[in-house]
Protein backbone atom coordinates (compact mmCIF):
# COMPACT_ATOMS: atom_id res chain seq x y z
CA UNK A 1 0.00 0.00 0.00
CA UNK A 2 1.56 3.08 -0.73
CA UNK A 3 2.10 5.94 1.62
CA UNK A 4 -0.99 8.06 0.56
CA UNK A 5 -2.93 5.58 0.95
CA UNK A 6 -2.26 4.84 4.48
CA UNK A 7 -5.76 5.24 6.74
CA UNK A 8 -4.27 7.40 9.44
CA UNK A 9 -5.54 8.50 13.07
CA UNK A 10 -6.41 12.35 13.00
CA UNK A 11 -6.64 14.10 16.52
CA UNK A 12 -7.76 17.68 15.96
CA UNK A 13 -7.78 20.29 19.60
CA UNK A 14 -10.21 23.36 18.96
CA UNK A 15 -11.47 24.89 21.61
CA UNK A 16 -14.37 25.96 19.50
CA UNK A 17 -14.87 23.47 16.96
CA UNK A 18 -18.48 23.07 16.24
CA UNK A 19 -20.78 21.33 13.17
CA UNK A 20 -23.86 22.07 10.84
CA UNK A 21 -26.10 21.66 13.50
CA UNK A 22 -23.91 23.30 16.51
CA UNK A 23 -22.94 25.93 14.53
CA UNK A 24 -19.21 27.88 14.57
CA UNK A 25 -16.62 26.88 14.14
CA UNK A 26 -16.86 25.11 11.15
CA UNK A 27 -13.57 24.70 9.50
CA UNK A 28 -12.48 21.65 11.85
CA UNK A 29 -15.95 20.12 11.11
CA UNK A 30 -15.64 20.53 7.59
CA UNK A 31 -11.55 19.36 7.06
CA UNK A 32 -12.98 16.29 9.09
CA UNK A 33 -15.65 15.00 7.47
CA UNK A 34 -13.60 15.27 3.74
CA UNK A 35 -11.03 13.32 5.80
CA UNK A 36 -13.26 10.73 6.81
CA UNK A 37 -14.40 10.20 3.07
CA UNK A 38 -10.79 9.63 2.13
CA UNK A 39 -10.44 6.55 4.62
CA UNK A 40 -9.11 8.42 7.77
CA UNK A 41 -10.44 8.27 11.55
CA UNK A 42 -10.90 11.65 13.01
CA UNK A 43 -10.99 13.16 16.39
CA UNK A 44 -12.03 16.46 17.22
CA UNK A 45 -11.53 17.49 21.51
CA UNK A 46 -13.41 20.76 21.96
CA UNK A 47 -14.94 22.66 24.77
CA UNK A 48 -18.64 22.01 25.61
CA UNK A 49 -19.32 25.49 25.75
CA UNK A 50 -18.96 28.44 22.90
CA UNK A 51 -19.51 31.80 22.31
CA UNK A 52 -19.37 31.29 18.36
CA UNK A 53 -22.52 28.19 18.67
CA UNK A 54 -25.37 28.27 18.04
CA UNK A 55 -26.01 25.90 20.55
CA UNK A 56 -24.17 23.73 22.92
CA UNK A 57 -24.20 20.17 23.61
CA UNK A 58 -25.57 18.84 27.13
CA UNK A 59 -22.28 17.11 28.82
CA UNK A 60 -22.63 14.91 31.82
CA UNK A 61 -18.84 14.10 32.17
CA UNK A 62 -15.37 15.20 30.58
CA UNK A 63 -14.12 13.93 27.55
CA UNK A 64 -18.02 12.43 26.92
CA UNK A 65 -17.98 11.29 23.16
CA UNK A 66 -20.28 12.01 20.71
CA UNK A 67 -20.03 10.58 16.85
CA UNK A 68 -21.43 13.23 14.37
CA UNK A 69 -21.40 12.45 10.58
CA UNK A 70 -18.40 10.08 11.59
CA UNK A 71 -16.58 12.17 13.57
CA UNK A 72 -15.47 11.24 17.12
CA UNK A 73 -16.08 14.59 19.04
CA UNK A 74 -14.80 14.39 22.37
CA UNK A 75 -16.48 17.25 24.53
CA UNK A 76 -14.39 18.72 27.26
CA UNK A 77 -16.70 20.53 30.26
CA UNK A 78 -15.01 24.12 30.66
CA UNK A 79 -17.81 26.80 31.91
CA UNK A 80 -19.98 29.40 30.61
CA UNK A 81 -18.55 32.84 29.85
CA UNK A 82 -19.35 36.47 28.22
CA UNK A 83 -17.43 38.50 26.14
CA UNK A 84 -14.22 38.24 26.33
CA UNK A 85 -13.02 38.87 30.06
CA UNK A 86 -12.03 37.01 32.86
CA UNK A 87 -14.51 33.98 32.41
CA UNK A 88 -13.59 33.10 28.84
CA UNK A 89 -9.68 33.11 29.97
CA UNK A 90 -10.72 30.65 32.57
CA UNK A 91 -12.09 28.24 30.14
CA UNK A 92 -8.87 28.61 28.05
CA UNK A 93 -6.75 27.30 31.16
CA UNK A 94 -9.29 24.74 32.18
CA UNK A 95 -9.30 23.55 28.24
CA UNK A 96 -6.08 23.02 28.16
CA UNK A 97 -5.18 21.83 31.94
CA UNK A 98 -7.25 19.20 31.10
CA UNK A 99 -6.01 17.87 27.82
CA UNK A 100 -2.40 18.26 29.59
CA UNK A 101 -3.05 16.16 32.53
CA UNK A 102 -4.95 13.78 30.38
CA UNK A 103 -2.55 13.55 27.57
CA UNK A 104 -1.28 9.92 28.19
CA UNK A 105 -4.29 8.62 28.22
CA UNK A 106 -5.56 10.43 25.11
CA UNK A 107 -2.62 9.00 23.48
CA UNK A 108 -2.95 5.50 24.54
CA UNK A 109 -6.82 5.42 23.54
CA UNK A 110 -6.27 7.51 20.34
CA UNK A 111 -3.20 6.56 19.16
CA UNK A 112 -3.03 9.28 16.76
CA UNK A 113 -0.99 9.67 13.90
CA UNK A 114 -0.86 13.25 13.86
CA UNK A 115 -1.77 16.04 16.37
CA UNK A 116 -3.23 19.26 15.31
CA UNK A 117 -3.71 22.16 17.82
CA UNK A 118 -5.66 24.09 16.04
CA UNK A 119 -7.69 26.74 19.21
CA UNK A 120 -7.68 30.70 18.12
CA UNK A 121 -5.50 30.87 20.94
CA UNK A 122 -1.97 29.38 20.82
CA UNK A 123 -2.06 28.15 24.48
CA UNK A 124 -3.50 24.31 23.25
CA UNK A 125 0.53 23.67 21.77
CA UNK A 126 1.76 22.44 25.41
CA UNK A 127 -1.33 19.80 25.35
CA UNK A 128 -0.70 19.08 22.06
CA UNK A 129 2.65 18.68 21.62
CA UNK A 130 2.53 16.48 25.42
CA UNK A 131 0.07 14.37 23.54
CA UNK A 132 1.91 14.22 20.30
CA UNK A 133 5.38 12.96 22.51
CA UNK A 134 3.58 10.49 24.00
CA UNK A 135 1.97 9.07 20.67
CA UNK A 136 5.14 9.59 19.30
CA UNK A 137 3.15 11.32 16.24
CA UNK A 138 3.25 14.13 14.00
CA UNK A 139 2.60 17.53 15.47
CA UNK A 140 0.94 20.55 13.28
CA UNK A 141 -0.37 24.19 14.63
CA UNK A 142 -2.28 25.62 13.04
CA UNK A 143 -3.05 29.77 12.92
CA UNK A 144 -6.18 31.27 12.72
CA UNK A 145 -5.29 34.71 14.08
CA UNK A 146 -2.46 36.53 15.20
CA UNK A 147 -2.33 36.19 19.05
CA UNK A 148 -0.49 37.21 21.17
CA UNK A 149 -0.11 40.50 18.51
CA UNK A 150 -4.49 40.71 18.31
CA UNK A 151 -4.37 41.36 22.05
CA UNK A 152 -1.65 43.65 21.87
CA UNK A 153 -2.78 45.80 18.43
CA UNK A 154 -6.58 45.72 18.88
CA UNK A 155 -7.26 44.86 22.42
CA UNK A 156 -4.25 47.85 23.81
CA UNK A 157 -3.09 44.83 26.39
CA UNK A 158 0.49 45.73 27.28
CA UNK A 159 2.96 42.98 26.09
CA UNK A 160 3.88 42.66 29.73
CA UNK A 161 0.51 41.71 30.80
CA UNK A 162 0.83 38.16 32.53
CA UNK A 163 -1.82 37.07 30.42
CA UNK A 164 0.19 38.35 26.96
CA UNK A 165 3.04 37.07 28.33
CA UNK A 166 1.75 33.69 29.00
CA UNK A 167 0.56 33.58 24.94
CA UNK A 168 3.62 34.91 24.08
CA UNK A 169 5.62 32.00 25.28
CA UNK A 170 3.26 29.77 23.60
CA UNK A 171 3.55 31.42 20.24
CA UNK A 172 7.26 31.33 20.59
CA UNK A 173 6.58 27.29 21.79
CA UNK A 174 4.76 25.82 18.52
CA UNK A 175 6.97 28.06 16.49
CA UNK A 176 10.06 26.12 17.53
CA UNK A 177 8.42 22.23 18.51
CA UNK A 178 5.86 21.87 15.54
CA UNK A 179 6.40 19.87 12.70
CA UNK A 180 4.57 21.68 10.32
CA UNK A 181 2.72 25.52 10.93
CA UNK A 182 -0.49 25.79 8.83
CA UNK A 183 -1.62 29.30 8.48
CA UNK A 184 -5.04 30.74 7.45
CA UNK A 185 -3.06 33.91 6.52
CA UNK A 186 -0.74 34.24 3.87
CA UNK A 187 1.55 36.49 4.92
CA UNK A 188 2.40 35.62 8.71
CA UNK A 189 5.78 33.50 7.90
CA UNK A 190 8.54 35.55 8.20
CA UNK A 191 7.00 36.76 11.66
CA UNK A 192 7.01 33.37 12.74
CA UNK A 193 10.76 32.59 11.65
CA UNK A 194 11.49 35.66 14.05
CA UNK A 195 9.93 33.39 16.39
CA UNK A 196 11.87 30.34 16.07
CA UNK A 197 9.55 28.50 12.95
CA UNK A 198 11.69 26.58 10.43
CA UNK A 199 11.14 28.40 7.15
CA UNK A 200 10.04 25.42 5.64
CA UNK A 201 8.09 24.89 8.09
CA UNK A 202 5.11 27.20 6.96
CA UNK A 203 2.05 25.97 4.82
CA UNK A 204 -1.28 28.62 3.78
CA UNK A 205 -4.49 26.79 3.94
CA UNK A 206 -7.18 28.82 3.74
CA UNK A 207 -10.72 28.22 4.99
CA UNK A 208 -13.48 27.63 1.88
CA UNK A 209 -16.88 26.50 0.68
CA UNK A 210 -18.57 23.21 0.54
CA UNK A 211 -19.97 22.32 -2.64
CA UNK A 212 -22.63 19.83 -1.19
CA UNK A 213 -23.99 22.95 1.29
CA UNK A 214 -24.89 24.48 -1.89
CA UNK A 215 -26.78 21.71 -3.37
CA UNK A 216 -28.72 21.10 0.01
CA UNK A 217 -29.11 24.72 1.38
CA UNK A 218 -32.28 25.83 3.29
CA UNK A 219 -34.64 28.47 2.64
CA UNK A 220 -34.20 31.53 4.63
CA UNK A 221 -36.89 32.63 7.13
CA UNK A 222 -40.01 34.01 7.15
CA UNK A 223 -39.19 37.37 8.27
CA UNK A 224 -36.15 37.83 6.25
CA UNK A 225 -38.52 36.51 2.90
CA UNK A 226 -41.11 39.03 3.51
CA UNK A 227 -38.37 41.80 4.11
CA UNK A 228 -36.49 41.19 0.83
CA UNK A 229 -39.83 40.88 -0.97
CA UNK A 230 -41.06 44.09 -0.22
CA UNK A 231 -37.85 45.54 -1.12
CA UNK A 232 -37.98 44.10 -4.39
CA UNK A 233 -41.57 45.14 -4.26
CA UNK A 234 -39.96 48.61 -4.15
CA UNK A 235 -37.27 47.97 -7.04
CA UNK A 236 -34.60 48.74 -4.09
CA UNK A 237 -30.87 47.47 -4.95
CA UNK A 238 -29.69 45.82 -2.38
CA UNK A 239 -26.42 46.07 -0.95
CA UNK A 240 -26.50 43.50 2.19
CA UNK A 241 -24.06 42.71 4.82
CA UNK A 242 -23.76 39.54 6.68
CA UNK A 243 -22.00 38.37 9.73
CA UNK A 244 -21.27 39.44 13.02
CA UNK A 245 -22.09 42.94 14.43
CA UNK A 246 -18.50 43.68 16.06
CA UNK A 247 -16.33 46.40 16.27
CA UNK A 248 -13.58 45.08 13.83
CA UNK A 249 -16.23 45.15 11.27
CA UNK A 250 -16.68 49.00 11.08
CA UNK A 251 -20.80 48.62 10.54
CA UNK A 252 -21.02 51.96 11.85
CA UNK A 253 -19.09 53.45 8.52
CA UNK A 254 -21.08 51.54 7.26
CA UNK A 255 -24.49 53.05 8.79
CA UNK A 256 -22.91 56.63 7.65
CA UNK A 257 -22.73 55.79 4.38
CA UNK A 258 -25.64 54.62 3.90
CA UNK A 259 -27.39 58.19 5.92
CA UNK A 260 -24.63 59.91 3.03
CA UNK A 261 -25.72 57.99 -0.02
CA UNK A 262 -28.16 60.05 -2.10
CA UNK A 263 -29.33 57.78 -4.27
CA UNK A 264 -33.21 56.20 -2.99
CA UNK A 265 -33.28 53.19 -4.83
CA UNK A 266 -30.33 52.08 -2.78
CA UNK A 267 -31.15 49.97 0.41
CA UNK A 268 -29.00 48.38 3.10
CA UNK A 269 -29.58 45.14 4.93
CA UNK A 270 -27.24 44.09 7.51
CA UNK A 271 -27.95 40.14 9.07
CA UNK A 272 -26.58 38.80 11.33
CA UNK A 273 -26.30 38.84 15.81
CA UNK A 274 -22.96 40.35 17.97
CA UNK A 275 -21.88 42.39 20.77
CA UNK A 276 -22.39 45.51 18.65
CA UNK A 277 -25.81 45.25 16.88
CA UNK A 278 -28.08 47.05 19.90
CA UNK A 279 -25.86 50.14 19.65
CA UNK A 280 -25.77 49.62 15.67
CA UNK A 281 -29.73 49.78 15.93
CA UNK A 282 -29.54 52.53 18.04
CA UNK A 283 -27.63 54.80 16.31
CA UNK A 284 -29.67 54.18 13.08
CA UNK A 285 -32.91 54.99 15.23
CA UNK A 286 -31.50 58.45 16.72
CA UNK A 287 -29.97 59.23 13.40
CA UNK A 288 -33.24 58.49 11.79
CA UNK A 289 -31.43 56.62 8.91
CA UNK A 290 -34.33 54.91 6.88
CA UNK A 291 -32.76 52.91 4.17
CA UNK A 292 -31.22 50.55 6.28
CA UNK A 293 -33.12 47.06 7.87
CA UNK A 294 -31.55 44.65 10.67
CA UNK A 295 -32.19 40.89 9.94
CA UNK A 296 -31.23 38.29 12.70
CA UNK A 297 -28.76 35.83 11.78
CA UNK A 298 -29.04 32.79 9.58
CA UNK A 299 -27.85 29.25 9.95
CA UNK A 300 -24.87 28.15 7.62
CA UNK A 301 -26.98 25.64 5.55
CA UNK A 302 -29.26 29.30 4.75
CA UNK A 303 -26.45 31.30 3.34
CA UNK A 304 -26.82 30.35 0.03
CA UNK A 305 -30.42 31.48 0.10
CA UNK A 306 -29.66 34.43 1.76
CA UNK A 307 -27.24 35.98 -0.77
CA UNK A 308 -29.64 35.17 -3.71
CA UNK A 309 -31.71 38.16 -2.57
CA UNK A 310 -28.65 40.77 -2.65
CA UNK A 311 -27.96 42.95 -5.29
CA UNK A 312 -23.97 43.56 -4.41
CA UNK A 313 -22.24 42.38 -0.75
CA UNK A 314 -20.11 44.27 1.02
CA UNK A 315 -17.24 43.04 3.03
CA UNK A 316 -15.84 45.62 5.30
CA UNK A 317 -13.84 46.16 8.42
CA UNK A 318 -11.43 48.36 9.93
CA UNK A 319 -7.84 49.56 9.10
CA UNK A 320 -5.73 47.72 11.29
CA UNK A 321 -1.80 46.81 11.36
CA UNK A 322 -2.54 43.42 11.79
CA UNK A 323 -3.65 43.13 8.31
CA UNK A 324 -0.58 43.09 7.21
CA UNK A 325 -0.46 39.53 7.87
CA UNK A 326 -3.12 38.98 4.99
CA UNK A 327 -6.86 37.87 5.99
CA UNK A 328 -9.08 34.74 5.79
CA UNK A 329 -13.02 35.78 5.48
CA UNK A 330 -15.64 33.11 5.10
CA UNK A 331 -18.30 36.06 4.18
CA UNK A 332 -15.52 36.53 0.74
CA UNK A 333 -15.31 32.81 -0.19
CA UNK A 334 -19.71 32.69 0.01
CA UNK A 335 -20.20 35.91 -1.56
CA UNK A 336 -17.64 34.79 -4.33
CA UNK A 337 -19.89 31.37 -4.26
CA UNK A 338 -22.80 33.51 -4.57
CA UNK A 339 -21.88 35.07 -8.01
CA UNK A 340 -22.88 38.27 -6.11
CA UNK A 341 -20.53 41.54 -6.73
CA UNK A 342 -18.37 42.84 -3.58
CA UNK A 343 -17.66 45.56 -2.32
CA UNK A 344 -14.55 44.69 -0.30
CA UNK A 345 -13.39 47.81 2.15
CA UNK A 346 -10.60 45.85 3.83
CA UNK A 347 -6.74 46.35 3.79
CA UNK A 348 -4.94 43.65 2.89
CA UNK A 349 -1.85 41.93 0.95
CA UNK A 350 -4.36 39.51 -0.55
CA UNK A 351 -7.11 40.29 -1.99
CA UNK A 352 -9.77 38.05 -4.13
CA UNK A 353 -11.69 40.96 -5.19
CA UNK A 354 -8.53 42.68 -6.78
CA UNK A 355 -7.36 39.15 -7.85
CA UNK A 356 -10.11 38.09 -9.88
CA UNK A 357 -11.59 41.02 -10.41
CA UNK A 358 -14.89 39.80 -9.02
CA UNK A 359 -16.38 43.36 -7.71
CA UNK A 360 -14.46 46.83 -6.23
CA UNK A 361 -11.80 47.77 -4.21
CA UNK A 362 -12.53 50.67 -1.75
CA UNK A 363 -10.51 52.23 1.28
CA UNK A 364 -11.94 50.90 4.64
CA UNK A 365 -13.53 53.84 6.44
CA UNK A 366 -13.29 56.25 3.96
CA UNK A 367 -17.38 57.10 3.52
CA UNK A 368 -16.99 58.81 0.41
CA UNK A 369 -15.09 55.71 -1.24
CA UNK A 370 -17.46 52.88 -0.33
CA UNK A 371 -20.12 55.10 -1.72
CA UNK A 372 -18.88 55.51 -4.63
CA UNK A 373 -17.54 52.02 -5.31
CA UNK A 374 -21.22 50.77 -4.53
CA UNK A 375 -22.99 53.33 -7.10
CA UNK A 376 -20.01 51.99 -9.47
CA UNK A 377 -21.37 48.33 -9.18
CA UNK A 378 -25.09 50.08 -9.02
CA UNK A 379 -24.61 51.60 -12.57
CA UNK A 380 -23.49 48.56 -13.85
CA UNK A 381 -25.53 46.75 -16.54
CA UNK A 382 -26.64 43.16 -16.30
CA UNK A 383 -24.07 41.57 -18.49
CA UNK A 384 -21.09 43.09 -16.36
CA UNK A 385 -22.86 42.59 -13.00
CA UNK A 386 -23.18 38.85 -14.20
CA UNK A 387 -19.47 38.58 -15.42
CA UNK A 388 -17.89 40.04 -12.25
CA UNK A 389 -19.77 37.61 -10.13
CA UNK A 390 -19.28 34.49 -12.11
CA UNK A 391 -15.68 35.52 -12.18
CA UNK A 392 -15.90 35.42 -8.66
CA UNK A 393 -17.54 32.16 -8.50
CA UNK A 394 -15.24 30.25 -11.26
CA UNK A 395 -12.48 31.08 -8.80
CA UNK A 396 -13.77 30.01 -5.61
CA UNK A 397 -14.83 26.63 -6.92
CA UNK A 398 -10.98 26.48 -8.45
CA UNK A 399 -9.27 27.40 -5.76
CA UNK A 400 -11.15 27.24 -2.24
CA UNK A 401 -13.56 24.35 -2.02
CA UNK A 402 -12.99 22.15 0.81
CA UNK A 403 -12.52 18.29 -1.13
CA UNK A 404 -9.07 20.88 -2.91
CA UNK A 405 -7.90 22.12 0.29
CA UNK A 406 -8.40 19.31 2.37
CA UNK A 407 -6.35 17.28 -0.13
CA UNK A 408 -3.91 20.24 -0.29
CA UNK A 409 -3.74 19.61 3.96
CA UNK A 410 -4.01 15.73 4.00
CA UNK A 411 -0.36 15.73 2.06
CA UNK A 412 0.83 18.02 4.86
CA UNK A 413 -0.17 15.08 7.00
CA UNK A 414 2.47 12.91 5.16
CA UNK A 415 4.75 14.78 4.99
Not at 50 to 78: A, C
Not at 147 to 154: A, D
Not at 310 to 324: E, K, Q, T
Request: charged content about 25%.
Amino acid sequence: MAKEELEMQILIINHYAGSLEFGMEYRPYYFAREWIKMGHTVHIITADYSHLRKMNPNINTDFQVEKIEGINYHWVKTGKYHGNGIKRAITMIKFVSKLYIRAKRLATEIKPDVVIASSTYPLDTFAAQRISKFANSKLIHEIHDMWPLTLIEIGGMSKYNPFVIMMQLAENSFCKHSDTIVSLLPCAKQYLVKHGMHPDAFRYIPNGIVCEDWNDSHEIPIEHKKTFDLLKKDNKFIVGYFGGHAISNALEILLKVAKTITTPDIHFVLVGDGVEKESLQKLARNQNIENVTFLPSVSKLTIPDLLKNFDAIYIGGRSSPLYRFGVCLNKSYDSMMAAKPIIYAMDSPNNDVRDYKCGVVVKPEDIDDIINGILLIYNCNETEVYEMGMRGKKAVLENYEYKILSRKFESILYN
